[in-house]
């Protein structure tokens, strides 16, 4: 039985599991893949401290670290549900893909979550060599230069108002025939002199020279033209994704534990969840920003929190 049961591997896991073996309780970590998101970035210059490193090192120097204390690190493994307790003080048993049972006095969920895609050919092969998918973290790599964002919603929007300050020239396509995105943003976005907004704009291929993105191509889905746009970089803005589905469907006590509309886990001040002794942190939460340097701040601030429960909650 562990005290703490830290589940994800990625900046929020890894911070928690720190901050938890450091009171000296039992701490055990799973995780399907160490490092999470971070492992499929390239360029990071807003670690702050560290003025650019790259991701696959970042995910090391978290190993290293984590692997510094006494953690019981459970790699490649998947749980696939939890089972809380209704009672404080109870245990939450947490299911591997591989059949085991985990039961933990206090669980804390790092899951994080994973960009949709457009699915589109090119894609993967230029992702990071033009393909982006976070504003914050690779906008400036485009300074000057054209992109185009793809989504009309509120990320799509503020992502066009954000890199209209940096590049030459900013297109948006959005797929249906009104764009979702707050009247305020659109409103600001109409408002400035290099965004272009392209309704019922279906793209169908990134095109590139080989080693970068150089383009894209879409079809006008009110006439079915085909279109080309030369640009320098694609911010795909179609959502973000929880890492929540092994909480659903799970029967009455995994129900319980509140989800907003979009799958993202409902997390208090202290990192709680509305399950007892159940605590998330970092990208799978409904905390408004995702970024490195904010998920370890929640995964240190959601090991306080369950620290703290530990320490006023009898064993049962
Ligand atoms: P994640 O990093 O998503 O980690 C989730 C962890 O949970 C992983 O270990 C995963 O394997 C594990 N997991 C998931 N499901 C299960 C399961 N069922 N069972 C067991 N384990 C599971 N942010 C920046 O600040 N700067 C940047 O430059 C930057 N660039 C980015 C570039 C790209 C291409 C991407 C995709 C993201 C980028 N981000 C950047 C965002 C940043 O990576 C995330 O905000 C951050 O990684 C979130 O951390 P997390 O620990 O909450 O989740």
């Known amino acids: 039985t562990f005290d703490m049961l830290v589940v994800g ?4 896991g890894a911070s928690a599991a720190i901050y938890a073996a450091r009171k000296g309780i039992n701490t055990g970590l799973v995780a399907s893949r160490f490092g999470g998101q971070v492992q499929d970035t390239l360029a990071i ?3 702050i401290s560290v003025k650019a490193t790259e991701g696959p090192k970042l995910a090391a120097h978290l190993e290293e670290h984590v692997r510094d204390y006494d953690v019981d690190i459970m790699q490649n493994q998947s749980v696939v549900a939890i089972k809380g307790t209704d009672q404080a003080g109870g245990l939450t048993e947490v299911t591997l893909e591989n059949g085991a049972v985990l039961k933990s006095r206090s669980v804390l969920l790092a899951t994080g979550a994973r960009w949709r895609e457009m699915n589109v050919p090119g894609e993967q092969e230029y992702r990071g060599k033009g393909v982006a998918y976070c504003p914050h973290c690779d906008g400036p790599l485009f300074k000057g230069k054209k992109v185009a964002v793809i989504g ?3 990320s799509g929007i503020e992502a066009a108002i954000d890199l ?8 948006v396509l959005e797929f249906s025939d009104v764009l ?10 109409r408002s400035m002199g290099n965004i272009d907004i392209i309704m019922q704009a279906q793209t169908t291929e990134v095109l590139g020279d080989g080693s970068k993105v150089n383009g894209l191509a879409y079809t006008d889905r009110t006439t079915g033209e085909n279109h080309t746009l030369e640009l320098a970089g694609i911010f795909v803005q179609i959502g973000l994704v929880p890492n929540t589905e092994f909480l659903k469907g799970q029967g009455d006590q995994a129900d319980a534990l509140e989800l907003t509309p979009r799958g993202e886990i409902v997390v208090g001040r202290r990192g709680e969840t509305s399950l007892p002794g159940v605590f998330a942190a970092g990208d799978v939460t409904d905390s408004p920003y995702k970024q490195i340097i904010i998920a370890m701040g929640d995964g240190a601030n959601a090991a306080l929190g369950a620290f703290d429960y530990l320490i006023r909650t009898p064993v049962v």
Do not use: C, M, S, Y
């Open 152 to 154: 009309g919603g509120n």
């Open 164 to 171: 209209a300050g940096i590049t030459e020239h900013v297109t």
């Open 45 to 47: 210059e807003n670690f």
């Open 9 to 12: 591997g990625g900046p929020a």
């Open 180 to 189: 979702r995105a707050d009247e305020v943003l659109q409103k600001k976005a």
